[in-house]
Structures are given as structure tokens and as C-alpha cells.
């Protein structure tokens, strides 16, 4: 699968691929989806791409003018390929790559993020399980993404976060937690 850098200071960059039975790199179409609701919140903020894969979530955040990305991943083939599109992407300056698996990262970080993306493997009920973990991670305005199957049901509400709204794109949904907002 071809992927690319959408728009903004990268726009068109080839993005290199983990290859693997557990990668599966978010399309296009629900990649332009993601960025199209957060596309007001995204300029200047502290991203967080968790269960990265190839970095592309991130990279397209630093594409469109977030201060700071932070990748995580356990994989090593995974860890390489997002160095390698960041220094492609000329955008490795404001990024860090994290090798651990993402529990460990999201229990044990200081960090504070305004954007959080989750795109864990399908099926093993992580989801559920690290949610409460991003939530105490993010900034008073936080939005959280998570990536899922449409037959996965993440929780309505995690610590002061709630559904503020669920996208579907064939089999996959996006689902949007934001604080204090109930489902629309």
C-alpha cells in the first residue's frame, strides 16, 4: 500500500510502510477524515501518535503545523520506518520516537498531549484497557481519536471524557472523546 503526506509542509511525500501482519496503515480516505475534524486544533499542539506503525498519523499532524509529535511503538521494523519518514518528511526535529510498548509509555510519561491518536491492534481489547490511561495524559482542550473494527464498542465515557462523536468508514470507525462533551 502506497501512503503519502496529504497536505501542508510535507504535502506529497511517499511515506514508507511497516510491512506485517499486524500493521494495517490507515487509508487515505479516513486519514483525511481525522484531519478534517481536528483541522482547527491541530496547528501548534503536542501529538500524540500511539501504536504508530509507519509514523503517518504524526507525520500529517507535523505536516500541518502541530509543535511536537510523539511516536510510539514496540515494533523495531516500525521504530526504523518512523525515523526514516521522519527524516524523509524533514520533520524529525519536532518529534520523538518512543521504543516501548505504548501501556508502558502512556502509564510511565510526564508528557502532557493535546491530540491523541489510537490505532492499537484490532480484537485484543487494548482499547479499552489504555483509554483511562491517555485521558490523565491529556490537556484541559484534549481530543482523543481511536481507531477501531465498527463491531468494537469503545466505552461512552473515560474519566471526564465522552463521546463526542463516531465516524464510520466501511468497517473501520473513528470515535472522538473529548472532556465534558456528551454524544451528538
Not at 526535529?93 to 509509555?105: E, P
Not at 502512556?106 to 485521558?135: R, W
Amino acid at each position: 500500500m502506497s501512503m503519502r503526506v496529504i497536505t501542508g509542509f510535507a504535502r506529497g511525500r511517499k511515506l514508507l510502510t511497516v510491512e506485517g501482519l499486524d500493521v494495517r496503515p490507515t487509508t487515505d480516505m479516513v486519514k483525511e477524515a481525522v484531519f478534517s475534524i481536528i483541522q482547527f486544533d491541530v496547528e501548534g499542539s503536542f501529538f500524540l501518535d500511539l501504536f504508530s506503525g509507519s509514523g503517518q498519523m504524526g507525520i500529517e499532524a507535523l505536516s500541518r503545523g502541530a509543535k511536537f509529535a510523539v511516536f510510539v511503538d514496540s515494533n523495531k521494523r516500525a521504530q526504523e520506518t518512523i525515523r526514516q519518514n521522519l527524516i524523509h518528511t524533514s520533520l524529525a526535529t519536532n518529534s520523538r520516537v518512543v521504543a516501548v510498548d505504548s501501556v508502558s509509555f502512556i502509564q510511565s510519561t510526564k508528557d502532557v498531549f493535546d491530540i491523541a491518536y489510537l490505532d492499537p491492534p484490532y480484537n485484543k481489547g487494548i482499547l479499552t484497557e489504555i483509554l483511562p490511561f491517555v485521558a490523565k495524559k491529556m490537556s484541559e482542550t484534549g481530543i482523543i481519536l481511536c481507531e477501531h473494527q465498527s463491531h468494537e464498542n469503545p466505552p461512552q465515557e473515560v474519566l471526564d471524557f465522552s463521546i463526542s462523536k463516531q465516524y464510520k468508514y466501511g468497517k473501520i470507525h473513528i470515535t472522538v472523546y473529548r472532556r465534558g462533551v456528551g454524544a451528538q
